[in-house]
């Protein structure tokens, strides 16, 4: 597995040694809070000291302080690493992205994002344009534009039309497993993928990443790669890291997510995160997205894994269908005159592992 930093195993977690600094520790505030896990009362001092012994797995104090901050409720604060920056430190994390769609993308927007993200996805091959911001705008704002081929008939308009030359990376197919979405089974994307990496090679781009998973009940994501990669590993097929889209709503669950996807030895880009889960609605607000956010930043910020990650930034009203009870996230992250909204404000605050 392709890595950049030295790696602890966290219980399936990889987390990054090159960290800023640790925390000023306030786990012993909660040691003796009492939690639930697996049916049982534990505290977290408790859960810590088990995950420490050899039957818990042996981890080191912080490996366990670390795993017991997401899966125990009541003991957050035994996560051993800063999870915000130093005030005044402004350059921005290498990692730290946004998927917006191009209509709802303002000049102004670009301007608001250009101190808190180093790239961003539309879903498009191309840059829209006006009457929406160009190319130009983006790089003068130093954010990196990421084209994506969203389904099998992108290919040719991408063909006639060309994508930005020597860009970071080219995202595959949008969600194959969604009959919704790029609707594709493994072989047929593994019978395209060839024009992927002739469109890739005539732009000066060097990376391709995969297509983009997400769950679906009736076609598991993992599942779907694991036969694309049977019939596309023979051929030679160039994949240089692994596309996820995860809307849990608790960093237990991103974590669980990002475990399943491992296997595969390549380098995770979480090309949309956000709360949109409708077994837990109390994050679907902008004050539960600001829950999560504090949990999910910092633990992508901390996986060596995790090569990109982008915010789904869509307000509660900008959903195609609402999630429970009329109910939507309220993930949106700025807005078309440039501000950001209180969740952009927050998501220019984490620490990062990796500057830009």
């Not at 990692?95 to 250009?114: C, D, V």
């Amino acid at each position: 597995m392709e890595r950049r930093a030295r790696a602890l195993q966290l219980g399936g977690l990889a987390v990054a040694m090159a960290i800023p600094r640790l925390l000023a520790t306030s786990c012993e505030e909660v040691w003796f809070t009492l939690a639930e896990i697996q049916g049982a009362e534990v505290t977290c001092g408790e859960r810590i000291g088990f995950l420490q012994s050899p039957q818990g797995g042996f981890l080191t104090e912080n490996e366990a302080r670390a795993q017991v901050s997401l899966e125990v409720p009541g003991c957050e604060a035994c996560w051993p690493w800063e999870k915000f920056r130093e005030p005044g430190l402004s350059s921005r994390s290498a990692k730290r992205g946004i998927a917006i769609e191009s209509f709802r993308l303002t000049k102004a927007a670009l301007i608001g994002l250009a101190s808190i993200v180093s790239w961003g996805c539309t879903w498009d091959y191309k840059v829209a344009g006006d009457p929406g911001p160009g190319l130009e705008d983006w790089e003068a704002a130093g954010i990196e534009f990421i084209p994506m081929i969203w389904g099998s008939d992108t290919i040719p308009l991408a063909a006639a039309s060309g994508l930005p030359n020597r860009s970071l990376a080219l995202l595959g197919f949008n969600e194959p497993n969604f009959p919704s979405q790029s609707k594709l089974e493994p072989w047929e994307a593994a019978s395209f993928w060839p024009s992927l990496e002739q469109l890739a090679s005539d732009h000066g781009i060097t990376e391709i990443i995969s297509p983009s998973m997400n769950y679906h009940p009736d076609k598991d994501p993992v599942q779907w790669l694991e036969e694309f990669f049977a019939i596309c590993d023979p051929m030679g097929c160039k994949v240089d890291g692994i596309a996820m889209h995860v809307f849990a709503c608790y960093g237990a669950g991103l974590k669980a997510h990002l475990d399943r996807y491992r296997k595969f030895g390549k380098p995770l880009w979480v090309t949309e995160i956000a709360c949109s889960d409708p077994y837990t609605p109390e994050r679907l607000s902008a004050e539960g997205q600001m829950a999560y956010m504090k949990e999910a930043v910092p633990l992508l910020e901390q996986d060596p894994d995790v090569k990109m990650y982008a915010w789904f930034s869509y307000f509660k009203d900008q959903w195609a269908h609402p999630i429970v009870d009329g109910l939507n996230g309220d993930a949106g992250l700025v807005n078309p005159d440039g501000t950001l909204s209180p969740l952009g404000a927050l998501y220019d605050t984490f620490a990062h592992t990796n500057l830009t």
